[in-house]
């Protein structure tokens, strides 16, 4: 038996993939050489200056007082919210005790009539205030 024989030529596959090998081998080795001459990370941020300091509490206390406006606005619309319920509430027993006492349809029809340019007027009223609320937080921030 001869050695020659038994040595086969390589193959069409076997010579792609030892290029596929060699060309991933290099690719390799470029990227390691590009992380190794990247510059390496700093190791943390830089602290705080003072200056950021004084900046954040700065706005810290601009918020707090924009929240204590927010907050004066919605005791304000709390407590005229009791009142008008209030209000609704007096003219429902009015109007009860118009049917009660037998005062008639013509009664109850004025006191809706005082009721409702009553409510226009508030609702004017109301308007009024939220447009110079607003007007306030645009003009003061």
């Not at 992380?35 to 810290?60: C, H, M, N, T, V």
């Not at 406006?69 to 609704?88: I, P, Q, S, T, W």
């Not at 508030?122 to 003061?140: C, D, H, I, P, T």
Request: proline letters at 4%.
């Amino acid at each position: 038996m001869n050695l020659s024989s038994r040595t086969r030529a390589p193959t069409q596959v076997q010579t792609a993939d030892a290029a596929k090998y060699r060309d991933l081998s290099s690719r390799l080795a470029a990227l390691e050489a590009r992380i190794s001459s990247s510059p390496a990370p700093s190791p943390a941020p830089a602290s705080p200056s003072l200056a950021d300091f004084e900046r954040l509490k700065g706005q810290l206390a601009r918020k707090e007082k924009e929240l204590a406006g927010a907050d004066k606005l919605l005791n304000d619309c709390v407590a005229e919210n009791d009142v008008l319920f209030e209000r609704f509430n007096e003219e429902l027993v009015k109007m009860s005790n118009g049917f009660k006492l037998g005062k008639g349809e013509a009664e109850v029809l004025e006191m809706l009539r005082q009721v409702r340019e009553e409510q226009g007027r508030l609702k004017r009223e109301n308007m009024y205030v939220s447009g110079a609320a607003f007007f306030m937080r645009l003009v003061w921030g």
